[in-house]
């Protein structure tokens, strides 16, 4: 069973930067498209980058040039770079996986996910 466990949210200011990590388990680390979720105060959960087995990443638009998604074969982690943060950005944090690149089902449960809260 793949398992993720995020972590590395908390409080940061407006314009801030913030390291998100999620370690994988329960699998070869390489085997899958990760992807970091996020779900914002009154929205739905949005897709907000993915990186595949290959390294090739996607970013929502509202974060484009300012995430960056990367993985770590070697932790089994994944990583999400935030900076320029903005008070949108605010939100509880998922990290996930898919099957495939195109795939837009989830294979794991989702956990607790990592709080980020950015004050302006």
């Known amino acids: 069973q793949v398992q993720l466990v995020e972590s590395g949210g908390g409080p940061v200011q407006m314009g801030g930067s913030l390291r998100l990590s999620c370690v994988v388990s329960?699998?070869?680390?390489?085997?899958?498209?990760l992807g970091w979720y996020r779900q914002a105060p009154g929205k739905s959960r949005e897709l907000v980058a993915s990186?595949?087995?290959?390294?090739?990443?996607d970013y929502a638009n509202s974060v484009k040039g300012r995430f960056t998604v990367s993985r770590d074969n070697a932790k089994n982690t994944m990583y999400l770079q935030m900076s320029s943060l903005k008070a949108e950005d605010t939100g509880v944090y998922y990290c996930?996986?898919?099957?495939?690149?195109?795939?837009?089902?989830?294979?794991?449960?989702w956990g607790q996910g990592t709080q980020v809260t950015v004050s302006s």
């Open positions: 329960g699998t070869i680390f390489n085997q899958y498209t």
């Open positions: 990186i595949s087995t290959g390294g090739i990443t």
């Open positions: 996930n996986a898919r099957a495939g690149w195109s795939d837009r089902s989830v294979v794991a449960p």
